[in-house]
Nanobody, 126 residues
Framework: QFQVVESGGGLVQPGESLRLSCATS????????IGWFRQAPGKEREGVSC????????WYTDSVKGRFTISRDGASNIVYLQMNNLKPEDTATYYC???????????????????WGQGTQVTVSS
């Protein structure tokens, strides 16, 4: 059974950091791309970052470039999203999703991912 579980969210002040974890089970990351998405109240769910199943090709939305880093630990089947210099506009529920292998590419679009976690809340406020 495929399972994707996010953790690591919380309440932080602007400029602080959080590391989100996406723990996967029932499949190996060697054959799945992973995407991180976020949804703020009243807004559409948007792609934040993704990582391919091969060669660790990554993508970031413009607003997080230079602040967020996605990485994966194949041995433990966990994908991380390191978020530094957080801003109030980063406040959202963050979702991890798994999609079919894309090898040397990863998609920023929701439709490319089949299995979603329940989300973890990130709140950035002073």
């Amino acid at each position: 059974q495929f399972q994707v579980v996010e953790s690591g969210g919380g309440l932080v002040q602007p400029g602080e950091s959080l590391r989100l974890s996406c723990a996967t089970s029932g499949f190996t990351l060697d054959y799945y791309a992973i995407g991180w998405f976020r949804q703020a109240p009243g807004k559409e769910r948007e792609g934040v970052s993704c990582i391919s199943n091969k060669d660790n090709t990554t993508w970031y939305t413009d607003s997080v470039k230079g602040r967020f880093t996605i990485s994966r630990d194949g041995a433990s089947n966990i994908v991380y999203l390191q978020m530094n210099n957080l801003k109030p506009e980063d406040t959202a529920t963050y979702y991890c999703a798994a999609g079919p292998a894309t090898y040397y590419y990863c998609s920023p679009y929701r439709g490319a991912y089949d299995d979603w976690g329940q989300g973890t809340q990130v709140t950035v406020s002073s």
